[in-house]
């Protein structure tokens, strides 16, 4: 059983900056896809940062030069940096694991960002 658990969000400024943490209970961020989403009151829940198990990344023209992934196999920890936040960027966030093989992936509770002056 892999349990996620973010950390990290908060009240922040426009301009500003946050780092978000996901923590897992198992030693999978070496080789699993893992990923960033969010979702905003009455919308659908959007990917804002993906990592392949190889380390490709990529982002949605919205976030791009703005958030940035990345991954400590070590502490198994994944990290997404936030800057330059907008209001538009207030939403839940969440981290997601997705395994090698078979179906199911892995999600965290989330955590609430909220840019707002």
């Known amino acids: 059983q892999v349990i996620l658990e973010e950390s990290g969000g908060g009240l922040v400024q426009p301009g500003g900056s946050l780092r978000l943490s996901c923590a897992s209970t198992?030693?999978?961020?070496?080789?699993?896809?893992v990923n960033w989403y969010r979702q905003a009151p009455g919308k659908q829940r959007e990917l804002v940062a993906a990592?392949?198990?190889?380390?490709?990344?990529n982002y949605p023209d919205s976030v791009k030069g703005r958030f940035t992934i990345s991954r400590d196999n070590a502490k198994e920890m994944v990290y997404l940096q936030m800057d330059s936040l907008k209001p538009e960027d207030t939403a839940v966030y969440y981290c997601?694991?997705?395994?090698?093989?078979?179906?199911?992936?892995?999600w965290g509770r989330g955590t609430q960002v909220t840019v707002s002056s």
């Open positions: 997601n694991a997705v395994p090698p093989i078979g179906p199911v992936s892995y």
């Open positions: 198992g030693s999978i961020f070496s080789v699993y896809a």
């Open positions: 990592m392949s198990r190889d380390g490709a990344i």
